[in-house]
């Protein structure tokens, strides 16, 4: 099996207003295109799981099955244990993993999914290949990443423009490519899959709670996340840089017009039986 290797790096680290979001996400929310397959058997590895929110409502909905979330952040997991703890699953377990050396033998797994995880990940289409390799014979991967150059937005504040600019120069510095959505279908093609069901979905932001949150979360996350320090210290931004954006988004999360909407592409490929 190859060794691990850290490839990239995760841009935006585990700060409370990451964590915010992330705690946010359900499989309702953010693995809807999988649901159908599932069957109450099944054993499922969730890779990048973070607080294992996604995790649990996966375990739930596999009860004779089980579901192993592994992440490549130690302290994260154990938030991920609290959480399936609290919902009292005990199908559900936890590990550190690397997407690019999965320490699993060949045709393990009824279904291997990743969120939000191509995007950030040095390899793509070696990740891939790990993730059809653990894979059963007539299962299933299921991957979904945002595509940053898709969002839109109302209304059109210059400040917003400048949080896009740099969140892409940021996140391809740290050698991730944050337009994965789009390229989803091509990095699976490049890895040998062959039977791909491509697809899209969106999260919308547009009530005034919903703006408050959304908002909230990027104006604290632009100043005093990883991601914040990785801007600085790589030379694309300074801190005064940083304040204005964050300040952008604040004002859009104030506006009555406001609306955000975040494009994800997904694909679903069935392993050759």
Not at 34 to 50: A, E, T, Y
Not at 81 to 90: I, P, Q, S, Y
Not at 233 to 251: C, D, K, P
Request: net charge negative; aromatic share 8%; hydrophobic share 40%.
């Amino acid at each position: 099996m190859p060794k691990a290797q850290e490839t990239a790096v995760y841009t935006h680290g585990h700060h409370e207003s990451v964590l915010r979001s992330h705690t946010w996400r359900t499989a309702a929310n953010s693995a809807a295109y999988l649901l159908g397959v599932l069957k109450p058997h099944m054993r499922i590895l969730d890779i990048g799981c973070g607080p294992g929110t996604i995790t649990a409502d996966l375990a739930a909905l596999v009860p004779d099955g089980h579901v192993t979330g592994v992440d490549r952040a130690p302290g994260v997991l154990e938030q991920a244990r609290a959480t399936a703890a609290g919902r009292g699953l005990t199908n559900v377990d936890f590990a550190v993993a690397d997407v690019h050396a999965l320490d699993h033998p060949d045709d393990t797994f009824c279904v291997v999914h990743a969120h939000q995880v191509l995007q950030h990940v040095g390899d793509p289409v070696r990740a891939l290949r790990e993730m059809h390799r653990v894979t059963r014979p007539g299962g299933f991967i299921a991957v979904r990443d945002a595509d940053y150059a898709a969002m839109t937005w109302y209304p059109a504040l210059p400040g917003l423009d400048d949080w896009l600019d740099l969140y892409e120069r940021v996140a391809r510095a740290n050698g991730g490519e944050p337009d994965a959505g789009r390229r989803l279908t091509a990095w699976a093609r490049a890895a040998g899959l062959t039977d791909v069901t491509a697809g899209s979905s969106t999260w919308t932001f547009a009530t005034a709670q919903e703006r408050a949150w959304w908002s909230g979360l990027w104006a604290d996350r632009t100043v005093a996340s990883e991601y914040a320090d990785r801007a600085v210290r790589g030379g694309h931004a300074t801190a005064e840089e940083l304040r204005a954006i964050s300040a952008a988004w604040r004002e859009w999360g104030r506006h009555e017009d406001g609306w955000f909407a975040v494009l994800h592409g997904e694909i679903l490929c069935r392993k050759d039986a």
